[in-house]
Nanobody, 129 residues
Framework: QVELVESGGGTVQTGGSLRLSCAAS????????RGWFRQAPGKEREGIAV????????YYADSVKGRFTISEDNANNMLYLQMSSLKPEDTAMYYC??????????????????????WGQGTQVTVSS
């Protein structure tokens, strides 16, 4: 059974930084993609970053490009999101997710939640002004 567990959320002031972590277990696929999503109250879930596991290709939403960095530690089944220059509009619940193969993340589909099979429970990030 696949399990994803996020941690590292919290409250930070505008301009601050946070590092989110996602611990994965039970994953048996060899070539897949993992992403970070966020959802603010009253808004749709938004894909913000994806990484192709083992290959290292990354893609970002325009809203976070240049400020957020996705990375992974495959030896320890960890996924990270380094967030810097945080803004109040970054306030949301942040989720990590995993798809079953690269094909679910190609052709620009990586930011669509429906492409991902496995989800964590989320970690709250609040940026105060």
């Amino acid at each position: 059974q696949v399990e994803l567990v996020e941690s590292g959320g919290g409250t930070v002031q505008t301009g601050g930084s946070l590092r989110l972590s996602c611990a994965a277990s039970g994953y048996t696929y060899s070539s897949y993609c993992r992403g970070w999503f966020r959802q603010a109250p009253g808004k749709e879930r938004e894909g913000i970053a994806v990484i192709y596991t083992g290959v290292g290709n990354t893609y970002y939403a325009d809203s976070v490009k240049g400020r957020f960095t996705i990375s992974e530690d495959n030896a320890n089944n960890m996924l990270y999101l380094q967030m810097s220059s945080l803004k109040p509009e970054d306030t949301a619940m942040y989720y990590c997710a995993a798809a079953r193969s690269y094909t679910y993340c190609t052709n620009g589909y990586w930011s669509r939640p429906v492409q991902y099979t496995y989800w964590g429970q989320g970690t709250q990030v609040t940026v105060s002004s």
